[in-house]
């Protein structure tokens, strides 16, 4: 049974920082592609930011860039995102997703996905 757990979530001011992860389990992590995607109240949820299977090559919506960095540790299954320079529009639920079938902005490419952390930016 393959399970996705995003952790790190909360409240923080604008300008601030925080740091989520994604643990995964019942899949061999080094296989699979991994991305951040976010959903905003009224909003469809979006891409954030995406990560191959090695590691070694990154893509980011630009409304991100230069300020969220996503990163993973294979030997402890997990994925990283690094959010700072918060602004209120970040405010949504954060998803982390895996994949196989190449790294992608679309959700639809991913198999599983975790239930969400909240991050709130406040003003």
């Known amino acids: 049974q393959v399970q996705l757990v995003e952790t790190g979530g909360g409240l923080v001011q604008t300008g601030g920082s925080l740091r989520l992860s994604c643990a995964a389990s019942?899949?061999?992590?080094?296989?699979?592609?991994m991305a951040w995607f976010r959903q905003a109240p009224g909003n469809e949820r979006e891409f954030v930011m995406a990560i191959t299977r090695s590691g070694q090559v990154t893509m980011y919506a630009d409304s991100v860039k230069g300020r969220f960095t996503i990163s993973r540790d294979n030997a402890e299954s997990t994925m990283y995102h690094q959010m700072t320079s918060l602004k209120p529009e970040d405010t949504a639920v954060y998803y982390c997703?895996?994949?196989?079938?190449?790294?992608?902005?679309?959700?639809?490419?991913?198999?599983?996905w975790g239930q969400g952390t909240q991050v709130t930016v406040s003003s």
């Open positions: 997703a895996a994949g196989n079938r190449g790294s992608t902005r679309r959700s639809t490419f991913y198999d599983y």
């Open positions: 019942g899949l061999t992590f080094s296989n699979y592609d």
